[in-house]
């Protein structure tokens, strides 16, 4: 069965370089979910998306931004790269929209370093 | 503050012995979802409970959840040096947002 798609799987860039990760769901799954987790930390929820439209907002810096497109796959931007945004980042995706009773169903993560 | 804590933060078992996780949380939920991650790769899904749901079971996998004392178990019957990994609760809150708020993680380490 297809799974989530996040690429690239590993990413080294330099302090404030900007960095963009990307998100492929699940086919026929309609919301993206992003979580950051940092070295030896639990995953943080940094936002996420339904059709297209943002639809919850976590711990997201200002220097982060995100979005869905038409063929629902998202992408992540991060501009102004700081050493504390080292981690592993993680994209989610679910058939259910709003109200949550699905499962998550999370791809095997971008491992962001900044140098 | 975390939504989820975990304990223990470590566990260190023998194969074959049972493992029991503990996740407590604060704030009502819609459903208790626990995750395995190996070492520094992906969170694997095993098992959502519901907050209307008292125990479930999966293969070698019982969950229990207590809606009362805002609680939940993870219990791993007969472990194998495979189950060796950390161990994440993650909680759905009732109030209709998505995200999933993680407790802090067991570590497992099951020795052959």
């Known amino acids: 069965a297809a799974g989530v798609i996040q690429s690239p799987r590993h990413l080294i860039k330099e302090k404030r370089e900007t960095a963009t990760l990307k998100c492929y769901p699940i086919p026929r799954h309609d919301t993206v979910y992003w979580y950051q987790q940092g070295p030896g930390q639990d995953p943080q929820f940094l936002i996420s998306f339904y059709e297209k439209m943002q639809s919850d907002k976590g711990s997201i810096p200002d220097r982060f931004s995100a979005q869905q497109f038409s063929d629902y796959h998202s992408e992540l931007n991060m501009s102004s790269l700081e050493l504390g945004d080292s981690a592993l980042y993680f994209c989610?995706?679910?058939?259910?929209?709003?109200?949550?009773?699905?499962?998550?169903?999370f791809g095997p993560g971008t491992r962001l370093t900044v140098t | 503050s975390q939504q989820g804590e975990e304990d223990p933060q470590a566990l260190s078992i023998q194969e074959g012995e049972n493992a029991t996780m503990n996740c407590s949380y604060k704030?009502?939920?819609?459903?208790l979802q626990w995750y395995r991650q190996n070492s520094g790769r992906g969170l694997v899904h095993l098992i959502l409970i519901r907050s209307n749901e008292r125990e479930k079971h999966s293969g070698r996998l019982r969950v229990t959840l207590d809606t009362s004392k805002k609680s939940s178990s993870l219990l791993i019957t007969a472990s194998r040096a495979a189950d060796t990994a950390s161990y994440f609760c993650?909680?759905?809150?009732?109030?209709?947002?998505?995200?999933?708020?993680f407790g802090t993680g067991t570590r497992l380490l099951v020795s052959p």
């Open positions: 989610a995706s679910s058939p259910g929209g709003t109200g949550g009773e699905n499962e998550q169903y």
């Open positions: 704030t009502s939920i819609n459903n």
């Open positions: 993650a909680t759905l809150l009732a109030s209709g947002f998505q995200k999933l708020v």
